[in-house]
C-alpha cells in the first residue's frame, strides 16, 4: 500500500458530463501529482500542486481542472467528457519531486 | 523523436530466466532514472531509483545506467510468475517532472 488514497476507483458517465476524482496524498507530501495513462499515450503528466499551490503544468487539457486542499487532498475535475477521455487517472504524492508514490487509479469510462 | 523510448512487448521468459528491459532517451539533462513496476488494474510502484550511471544492485533487481550512450536497463535474476507485470522505466532533469516510458509488458512462464 502506497499511502495514496484515490476514489472513486470506477467511474462511469456519459459524453458531456463533469466528474471528479478525488485523491489523498502520504501522510507529510506536500506535492500531488495528476496523470492520464491509456493505452497508446502511456503516462502522462497532467498537473503538480504543492502546499495549495499549482507548480507545474503538462498536457492538461482546458476542460479538466484541478485544486489543492488546506488538508492537502485534491481533486482533478474533467467536464465536457469525451469518448477520448476514457483512461486510468493516477494520483501521486511525494517529498521530493523524483520520487512519487502513486495510488491504485480511478478508471474512467465514457460511454 | 520521442524523449523516452521503450519497447512495449510482451515478452515473455521461462521462470527463472534473466530478464532485461530497456529504454533509451534523447534529454541528455536527465539525471534521475527510476523503474516503476505496475501490476493489472494497479498504479505503478517505484522499483529502483539512481542518479548517476553505472549498476545499482537490490536483491534480484539490478539497474543499469550508461548516460553516454542514453540507455538504462533493469536485469531480473532468478525471474518468478510473480515478476510478471507491466514496467515503465522514467526520468527526470533536475527540478522537472518526470517523463516515464509507456512500459514493456512482461511474462513470466512457470
Known amino acids: 500500500d502506497s499511502g495514496v488514497t484515490q476514489t472513486p476507483k470506477h467511474l462511469i458517465t456519459a459524453t458531456g458530463q463533469r466528474v471528479t476524482l478525488r485523491c489523498s496524498p502520504r501522510s507529510g507530501d506536500l506535492s500531488v501529482y495528476w496523470y492520464q495513462q491509456s493505452l497508446d499515450q502511456g503516462l502522462q503528466f497532467l498537473i503538480q500542486y504543492y502546499n495549495g499551490e499549482e507548480r507545474a503544468k503538462g498536457n492538461i487539457l482546458e476542460r479538466f481542472s484541478a485544486q489543492q486542499f488546506p488538508d492537502l487532498h485534491s481533486e482533478l475535475n474533467l467536464s465536457s467528457l469525451e469518448l477520448g477521455d476514457s483512461a486510468l487517472y493516477f494520483c501521486?504524492?511525494?517529498?521530493?519531486?523524483?520520487?512519487?508514490?502513486f495510488g491504485a487509479g480511478t478508471r474512467l469510462s465514457v460511454l | 523523436q520521442k524523449e523516452v523510448e521503450q519497447d512495449p512487448g510482451p515478452l515473455s521468459v521461462p521462470e527463472g530466466a534473466i530478464v532485461s528491459l530497456n529504454c533509451t532517451y534523447s534529454?541528455?539533462?536527465?539525471?534521475?532514472f527510476m523503474w516503476y513496476r505496475q501490476y493489472s488494474r494497479k498504479g505503478p510502484e517505484l522499483l529502483m531509483y539512481t542518479y548517476s550511471s553505472g549498476n545499482k544492485e537490490d536483491g534480484r533487481f539490478t539497474a543499469q545506467v550508461d548516460k553516454s550512450s542514453k540507455y538504462i536497463s533493469l536485469f531480473i535474476r532468478d525471474s518468478q510468475p510473480s515478476d510478471s507485470a507491466t514496467y515503465l522505466c522514467?526520468?527526470?532533469?533536475?527540478?522537472?517532472?518526470?517523463?516515464f516510458g509507456k512500459g514493456t509488458r512482461l511474462h513470466i512462464l512457470p
Open positions: 501521486a504524492s511525494s517529498v521530493r519531486e523524483d520520487i512519487q508514490y
Open positions: 522514467a526520468m527526470s532533469a533536475r527540478d522537472d517532472k518526470i517523463i
Open positions: 534529454n541528455s539533462a536527465f539525471q534521475y
